[in-house]
């Protein structure tokens, strides 16, 4: 099932983008944010070099609904202005 062109470790996106989709990938993106290290920038939530699969997984799910990175950065702080801290 894996595209042409994709590297084999990407994870997969959904075949059609749903609400629950866009939910899902504004809160990986807001969860795997980036932070900042001497070695360079490493993901908050697992430590990988940013961005991340997931954090990857979020913007091209974000990309294939159509929204533009300005449209993904005001989602992302509006989920982490509402979200619950736990
Ligand atoms: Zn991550």
Redesign the pocket.
């Known amino acids: 099932m894996s595209q042409v062109g994709e590297p084999l470790d990407e994870l997969p996106l959904p075949p059609y983008v749903t609400a629950e989709d866009v939910d899902f990938a504004v809160r990986a993106i807001a969860v795997?944010a980036p932070e900042q290290w001497p070695t360079g920038p490493l993901?908050r939530?697992?430590h990988?070099p940013h961005p991340?699969?997931?954090?990857r997984w979020g913007q091209r799910v974000l990309a294939q609904r159509g929204l533009t990175a300005t449209e993904i950065t005001a989602l992302v702080a509006h989920y982490r202005a509402t979200a619950v801290r736990r």
């Open positions: 795997h993901c939530n697992d990988a991340c699969r997931l954090h």
